[in-house]
């Protein structure tokens, strides 16, 4: 993918089909090291299951995308997945993708969790500034050596710092 110009990091925002696979697949090892980029059959799975969330933004290609995990009796909604393609960051992408998945996830859920490597300062960066809180330390939880963190936040709590900004 080359260059994206702006009009595209703006892009058109939508829900994803099963038809955004290899779509999404390709924004994965474009944004992710090989090793953190989930398998194939989970993304199949998660874009026809009723118990995750899947938005993309698409222009010509998917350059973003955000997945939550569900569960029909629990008010947590973890986040799976997000990326933004690096030609399109540090534009606010990430950022609307959260906040317009928020508006779309059902009614009983008031919590999110996540959990994300210590050493991504981008995303951590991004989850403190829209309300996370850190609640554990995950030794080797993305295999040796390689740490994470997992966060927690209200939804009120996130709704209202991406409000601020928006
Ligand atoms: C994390 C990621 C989704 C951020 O997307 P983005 O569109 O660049 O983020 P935004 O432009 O919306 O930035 C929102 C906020 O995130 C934080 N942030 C973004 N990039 C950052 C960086 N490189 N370092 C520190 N904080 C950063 C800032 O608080 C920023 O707000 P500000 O612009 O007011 O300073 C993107 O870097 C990415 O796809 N990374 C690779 C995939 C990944 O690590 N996903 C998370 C897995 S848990």
């Not at 090793?35 to 350059?63: G, M, N």
């Not at 973890?78 to 992408?93: C, F, I, N, Q």
């Not at 059902?106 to 850190?134: M, Q």
Request: charged fraction near 25%.
């Amino acid at each position: 993918m080359g260059r994206l110009d702006l009009n595209a990091a703006a892009g058109h925002l939508r829900v994803a089909k099963a038809g955004d696979l290899d779509g999404i697949l390709a924004l994965e090892q474009a944004a992710f090291p090989p090793e953190d980029c989930f398998p194939r059959r989970s993304w199949r799975r998660l874009l026809v299951t009723p118990s995750a969330l899947c938005l993309v933004v698409d222009e010509r290609k998917v350059i973003a995308s955000i997945a939550w995990l569900l569960r029909s009796t629990s008010s947590l909604a973890r986040m799976y997945s997000l990326a933004v393609h690096p030609d399109a960051r540090g534009r606010g992408l990430g950022r609307r993708l959260v906040a317009e998945s928020l508006r779309k996830l059902p009614r009983r859920v008031d919590t999110l969790g996540l959990e994300v490597r210590s050493d991504n300062g981008a995303a951590v960066g991004l989850y403190c500034a829209i309300g996370f809180i850190e609640t554990a330390r995950l030794p080797d939880y993305y295999g040796p050596g390689r740490s994470g963190l997992r966060m927690r936040a209200s939804l009120t709590a996130v709704t209202q710092a991406l409000s601020r900004r928006s």
